[in-house]
């Protein structure tokens, strides 16, 4: 059973950054895609950021220049840097690993992710 478990979130004042970490368990990390989720008080979750398998990434157009998604096969960890944080980026992060194993197309739709964290609050004050 894959685990992820996320950290680094907070509460910080508009303009300012944050670095979420997701550490997953298993040996097979570096060959699966991850993305990242959020979800905002009263909205549905929505997709983020994504990273393949060989290190491409992909950016919802709200975060696009102001996030990078990241990730350090050696650590089976995926990071997500968060700059110059707006407070409608306030919401529970979280991070997913991809159902199916080298997988380059970067898909949005929670259905293609197989494993879930349990999320980290962020809140951004104005």
């Known amino acids: 059973q894959v685990q992820l478990v996320e950290s680094g979130g907070g509460l910080v004042q508009a303009g300012g ?15 699966y895609a991850m993305g990242w989720f959020r979800q905002a008080p009263g909205k549905e979750r929505e997709f983020v950021a994504a990273i393949n398998w060989s290190g491409g990434t992909y950016y919802a157009d709200s975060v696009k220049g102001r996030f990078t998604i990241s990730r350090d096969n050696a650590k089976n960890t ?3 840097e968060m700059n110059s944080l707006k407070p409608e980026d306030t919401a529970i992060y979280y991070c997913a690993r991809r159902t199916t194993q080298h997988t380059t197309i970067p898909k949005t739709a929670e259905s293609e ?9 962020v809140t951004v004050s104005s």
């Open 17 to 31: 950054s944050l670095r979420l970490s997701c550490a997953a368990s298993g040996r097979t990390f570096s060959a």
């Open 78 to 80: 995926v990071y997500l």
């Open 113 to 121: 992710y197989a494993y879930w964290g349990q999320g980290t609050q």
